[in-house]
């Protein structure tokens, strides 16, 4: 069956420190990756995408995600957050017939 | 572009009530989704419409919800009657190009409460 899987729920992070956040998938044919983030009261914006070329993705906000054929996981990362980057994060694998977005990953940034 | 914009924001309603979501896309867009999130469910794809004709409705729950696009700048979706359980936050979304390898421009949502 075709998933995303989040398994962090909630993730608390000091402001400067490194973040990464996990994503793994299920998909059958070749998969376009995403991540988006949700601030309250928002709608979602795309951070990030990949569908083939270098595995190292460079996004907006000074994040970057890595896909990982062999361990089916597409995760995000930052190296040093800011108060700002609290907000939810959507891993998300779309294809041609569909699009299924993770569970999400709320990120808490302590001052 | 002002972006995805829908109305309205927040939304009140008793049960058996009828319920009218709308959204207008980003100009040029030829897709346009509906979906709906919840904390038990996640963010649940409900109908896609590509060049204002409904491809997908797969997704929509029952027969209680329809929607429309009546021209490539305005859709609706509408509940009727509406219950409880239909509580959430309905976003619209638009992309230019391909329906799911394309990146999608998510309207602020529609935080629905149903009485």
């Known amino acids: 069956a075709q998933s995303v899987t989040q398994p962090d729920i909630h993730i608390t992070v000091s402001e400067g420190a490194s973040l990464e956040l996990r994503c793994n998938y299920s998909y059958g044919a070749t998969p376009y990756l995403f991540w988006y983030v949700q601030s309250p009261g928002q709608g979602l914006q795309l951070l990030l995408k990949y569908f083939s070329g270098d595995t190292l993705v460079q996004g907006i906000k000074g994040f970057e995600a890595e896909f990982k054929r062999s361990q089916s996981s597409f995760n995000l990362r930052k190296p040093s957050v800011h108060w700002s980057d609290a907000a939810e994060y959507f891993c998300a694998v779309g294809g041609d017939d569909k699009i299924i977005f993770g569970k999400g990953t709320r990120l808490h940034i302590l001052p | ?115």
């Open chain 2, 1 to 115: 572009d002002a972006g995805v914009i829908q109305s309205p924001r927040h939304e009140v309603t008793e049960m058996g009530q009828e319920v009218t979501l709308r959204c207008k896309p980003i100009s040029g867009h030829d897709y346009l989704f509906w979906y709906r999130q919840t904390m038990m469910r996640g963010l649940e794809l409900l109908i896609y419409f590509n060049n204002n004709v409904p491809i997908d409705d797969s997704g929509m729950p029952e027969d209680r919800f329809s929607a429309k696009m009546p021209n490539a700048s305005f859709s609706t979706l509408k509940i009727q009657p509406s219950e409880p359980r239909d509580s959430a936050v309905y976003f619209c979304a638009s992309s230019l190009g391909s329906t799911f390898t394309d990146t999608q421009y998510f309207g602020p949502g529609t935080r629905l409460t149903v009485l």
